[in-house]
């Protein structure tokens, strides 16, 4: 038996990837190669949708995080290319994270702190040697194309949202809600597509917007020691967790339970 705090990390980078066009994910892969993610610092893992989509973006990305034992894993786009920065820039990258913030979990390349906090460095067709804002950058959400995560944030996705758009958010809001953060850093890459804000993607939105408006309501917990009802507003917290408040709560559910045995 071994002590817990023993084990061992394999690999630096899991590379991970939602294969639909092998011809581009190979030339993705030649790309890491020749920007130094090599056999002995990364791993290189797929999924296969070329014929049939086997996983969607948040069951495919969550078999990666849950499988991965390399100590950061990168989910990616197969039509990305590290064209410009290379893996000892993203390893010095880290190494600031790790100074600025110990507390980080998620790095990407394109994101928003708030509706026009905007954060960028990237090349796409939407313009070449993009650099918006001042780098690295704390952000609510990170665009899909390059996500770094640190695997001893233990993150996962939502099992109950699917599709191809919005795990980008559902992750940085996941990380959010354990204590963990999201950055934009300076690692320039060339991904080929502008995105595409299909159907699809529409109805990711719609069903994003849900699950959050169920999780973020007002809550109402009673645990084995202690009551709680938790809403977005302190004052609101502060009067209503006091213990007048449950007395008088607690006589009204005694009140609704005889009712109703009366019936």
Not at 66 to 80: F, G, L
Not at 215 to 243: E, M, V
Request: one cysteine or more; hydrophobic letters at 35%; proline letters at 1%.
């Amino acid at each position: 038996m071994k002590n817990i705090n023993t084990y061992s990390i394999e690999k630096t980078y899991s590379v991970c990837t939602l294969v639909t066009n092998f011809n581009e994910y190979q030339e993705m892969i030649a790309s890491f190669k020749e920007a130094g993610f090599t056999e002995k610092n990364s791993d290189f893992f797929y999924i296969d949708n070329s014929d049939i989509n086997n996983d969607d973006g948040f069951s495919g990305l969550n078999k990666f995080l849950n499988r991965s034992t390399a100590s950061y894993i990168i989910i990616c786009h197969q039509d990305i290319l590290l064209k410009y920065d290379n893996i000892d820039i993203l390893n010095q990258r880290i190494a600031e994270m790790d100074v600025i913030d110990s507390n980080w979990a998620v790095l990407g390349n394109a994101g928003f702190a708030g509706f026009t906090e905007k954060y960028y460095r990237i090349s796409d067709p939407w313009g070449d040697n993009t650099k918006i804002g001042q780098l690295p950058a704390k952000v609510k959400s990170l665009d899909e194309n390059f996500l770094l995560i640190k695997n001893d944030a233990n993150l996962a996705l939502s099992h109950n949202l699917k599709g191809f758009h919005m795990y980008g958010a559902d992750l940085c809001t996941i990380a959010s809600f354990l204590g963990w953060n999201a950055y934009v850093i300076d690692f320039h890459l060339y991904h080929k597509s502008g995105g595409n804000c299909n159907q699809s993607f529409a109805l990711s939105r719609k069903h994003f917007i849900k699950k959050y408006t169920d999780i973020l309501a007002s809550l109402y917990i009673r645990t084995s020691c202690t009551t709680l009802i938790i809403t977005n507003s302190p004052i609101c917290n502060w009067i209503i967790n006091r213990k007048i408040f449950y007395s008088a709560k607690k006589r009204l559910e005694n009140i609704q339970s005889k009712l109703k045995r009366l019936k």
